[in-house]
């Protein structure tokens, strides 16, 4: 049909053009046309104009025809990605309210049992119960007194530590020695005697701790917990002497994790690197309690965008590719970027997840990983309204083939406000789900009102 049309139209186009030329030669010169002229330029002349165009086409399809075909056009193909400079999480390890593993604590926020509850000895104000993320046991009298013990032996002054800091230590403690024990599987940590002294054996890398606390610690009582840790570490295996301790009071919630890990990303590019990152906080305590009510930021059922104080320990075991072989095992690549907003999530009108958006799609990027190819999202996100929608808007924007029931997991709720252990145990997930996936897994932080970040983490073999 549409040739047809084109081809009324061309007819129409010849006919005019011939008789719109010969009335206007005819009316400028005077003449008055005869019979023979009447035909030839009325009706012979467009015919024949018509006639040839016809031909002409059949003339060029026939050629076309025979023509050979050509060779068809080679795509251009893109060079592969290349992944960007990552770390290697050779193991995790957590003390959760709801989970002492990463499998655990997973299971628990998929089946909605992640959460806080009445606290049995806090009360608030008024003398109700507040909520709280509680976790059994942190830290037992034996292994208190044991801590306070080792302190006096080393001659060091009382930390006086509250209550919550008992607690924070005591689940500190359990992370790090978990994590050492694993380290000290390291080929070069305690040669034997036939390798002692050898040249030809490698260095040991110093083991670099980050221990991130809260900002309530006093600068004693950090130095304190930093002696303690190090002693941790040093019995489980590790060589007093290839220990590097620091100690990063978290005023931002995972802003000093999160730069931590893109400057020792830097770092194990070119340098052997193995490091223990380390996060520990207890709010479950009647000072913690008071001081979150005196700013107002306390949850109370007249106050739903409040904190429910928490607590818990997690910690990461990273290398560069180096040091991850020769302690082998699963291991997963961790990509890191990180940023500030502009303005504060707290006092923003509605939730606004363009931030959180674009480091994700860098973090994917340093990968190499397609943001269609990641399997989950984890997240330090708690209960908050405007968190919670931030967090729904990059995982139904970005990550729109992902089920946000199944393959969303946060785990603010579960630790409650405890400073930077719910981003570092969200990324113990991530590490745990990558490798049960055997595929890439996104994790995000954005609970404090500022600093944002994203991190990709792949299983070490896959690419895309």
Same mark, same amino acid.
């Given at each position: 049909?549409?040739?047809? !049309?084109?081809?009324?139209?061309?007819?129409?186009?010849?006919?005019?053009?011939?008789?719109?030329?010969? !009335?206007?030669?005819?009316?400028?010169?005077?003449?008055?046309?005869?019979?023979?002229?009447?035909?030839?330029?009325?009706?012979?002349?467009?015919?024949?104009?018509?006639?040839?165009?016809?031909?002409?086409?059949?003339?060029?399809?026939?050629?076309?025809?025979?023509?050979?075909?050509?060779?068809?056009? +080679?795509?251009?193909?893109?060079?592969?990605?290349?992944?960007?400079?990552?770390?290697?999480?050779?193991?995790?390890?957590?003390?959760?309210?709801?989970?002492?593993?990463?499998?655990?604590?997973?299971?628990? !926020?998929?089946?909605?049992?992640?959460?806080?509850?009445?606290?049995?000895?806090?009360?608030?104000?008024? %003398?109700?119960?507040?909520?709280?993320?509680?976790?059994?046991?942190?830290?037992?009298?034996?292994? &208190?007194?044991?801590?306070?013990?080792?302190?006096?032996?080393?001659?060091?002054?009382?930390?006086?530590?509250?209550?919550?800091?008992?607690?924070?230590?005591?689940?500190?403690?359990?992370?790090?020695?978990?994590?050492?024990?694993?380290? $000290? *599987?390291?080929?070069?940590?305690?040669?034997?005697? *036939?390798?002692?002294?050898?040249?030809?054996?490698?260095?040991?890398?110093?083991?670099?701790?980050?221990?991130?606390?809260?900002?309530?610690?006093?600068?004693?009582? &950090? @130095?304190?917990?930093?002696?303690?840790?190090?002693?941790?570490?040093?019995?489980?295996?590790?060589?007093?002497?290839?220990?590097?301790?620091?100690?990063?009071?978290?005023?931002? @919630?995972?802003?000093?994790?999160? @730069?931590?890990?893109?400057?020792?990303?830097?770092?194990?590019?070119?340098?052997?690197?193995?490091?223990?990152?380390?996060?520990?906080?207890?709010?479950?305590?009647?000072?913690?309690?008071?001081?979150?009510?005196?700013? %107002?930021?306390?949850?109370?059922?007249? &106050?739903?965008?409040?904190?429910?104080? %928490?607590? %818990?320990?997690?910690?990461?075991?990273?290398?560069?590719?180096?040091?991850?072989?020769?302690?082998?095992?699963?291991?997963?690549?961790?990509?890191?970027?990180?940023?500030?907003?502009?303005?504060?999530?707290?006092?923003?009108?509605?939730?606004?997840?363009?931030?959180?958006?674009?480091?994700?799609?860098?973090?994917?990027?340093? $990968?190499? !990983?397609?943001?269609?190819?990641?399997?989950?999202?984890? $997240?330090?996100? *708690?209960? &908050?309204?405007?968190?919670?929608?931030?967090?729904?808007?990059?995982?139904?924007?970005?990550?729109?083939?992902?089920?946000?029931?199944?393959?969303?997991?946060?785990?603010?709720?579960?630790?409650?406000?405890?400073?930077?252990?719910?981003?570092?145990? $969200?990324?113990?997930?991530?590490?745990?789900?990558?490798?049960?996936?055997?595929?890439?897994?996104?994790?995000?932080?954005?609970?404090?009102?500022?600093?944002?970040?994203?991190?990709?983490?792949?299983?070490?073999?896959? +690419?895309?």
């Amino acid at each position: 049909m549409g040739a047809w !049309i084109k081809g009324g139209l061309a007819a129409l186009v010849a006919f005019v053009a011939c008789w719109g030329g010969a !009335i206007a030669w005819w009316q400028a010169s005077g003449k008055s046309p005869s019979n023979g002229e009447l035909f030839a330029f009325l009706v012979a002349v467009p015919l024949a104009l018509v006639a040839a165009v016809v031909a002409g086409r059949r003339l060029l399809a026939a050629r076309a025809e025979a023509a050979p075909p050509a060779a068809p056009a +080679q795509a251009a193909t893109p060079a592969p990605a290349v992944a960007g400079p990552s770390l290697a999480v050779l193991a995790v390890a957590l003390r959760t309210p709801h989970g002492a593993a990463p499998a655990e604590l997973a299971e628990a !926020i998929a089946g909605q049992q992640a959460r806080g509850d009445l606290d049995p000895e806090l009360l608030d104000d008024e %003398g109700y119960p507040v909520m709280s993320a509680r976790a059994d046991d942190p830290i037992s009298p034996d292994e &208190r007194d044991e801590i306070a013990q080792w302190f006096d032996a080393q001659g060091m002054l009382d930390p006086l530590l509250a209550d919550e800091q008992w607690r924070t230590l005591g689940m500190a403690t359990q992370v790090a020695a978990e994590l050492a024990q694993h380290a $000290a *599987g390291h080929p070069h940590a305690l040669p034997d005697e *036939g390798t002692a002294g050898t040249a030809s054996l490698p260095a040991l890398p110093p083991l670099q701790v980050l221990l991130a606390l809260s900002a309530a610690w006093s600068e004693a009582q &950090r @130095n304190a917990a930093a002696a303690w840790i190090r002693h941790v570490v040093e019995a489980s295996g590790w060589p007093a002497d290839r220990i590097s301790i620091t100690v990063a009071a978290q005023v931002a @919630n995972g802003a000093a994790v999160s @730069n931590w890990l893109v400057q020792l990303t830097a770092h194990a590019a070119g340098t052997p690197a193995l490091a223990m990152l380390l996060a520990g906080d207890s709010q479950i305590g009647e000072s913690s309690v008071n001081a979150l009510a005196a700013d %107002g930021r306390l949850f109370l059922a007249t &106050r739903q965008q409040g904190l429910i104080p %928490g607590e %818990g320990a997690a910690g990461l075991l990273l290398a560069d590719v180096t040091q991850a072989a020769l302690l082998g095992g699963e291991a997963t690549q961790l990509h890191a970027v990180a940023a500030q907003r502009d303005d504060s999530a707290d006092v923003a009108r509605k939730a606004d997840a363009a931030l959180l958006r674009r480091l994700a799609g860098e973090a994917c990027t340093q $990968a190499a !990983i397609a943001p269609a190819a990641v399997a989950m999202l984890a $997240a330090d996100t *708690g209960h &908050r309204t405007s968190r919670m929608m931030e967090l729904m808007d990059l995982a139904n924007d970005h990550l729109a083939h992902l089920d946000t029931g199944t393959d969303v997991l946060a785990t603010g709720t579960a630790c409650g406000h405890a400073g930077a252990v719910s981003f570092v145990a $969200a990324l113990a997930l991530a590490h745990q789900q990558a490798l049960e996936r055997q595929a890439p897994v996104l994790c995000v932080s954005n609970e404090d009102a500022r600093h944002r970040s994203a991190v990709l983490v792949r299983p070490q073999a896959l +690419q895309s």
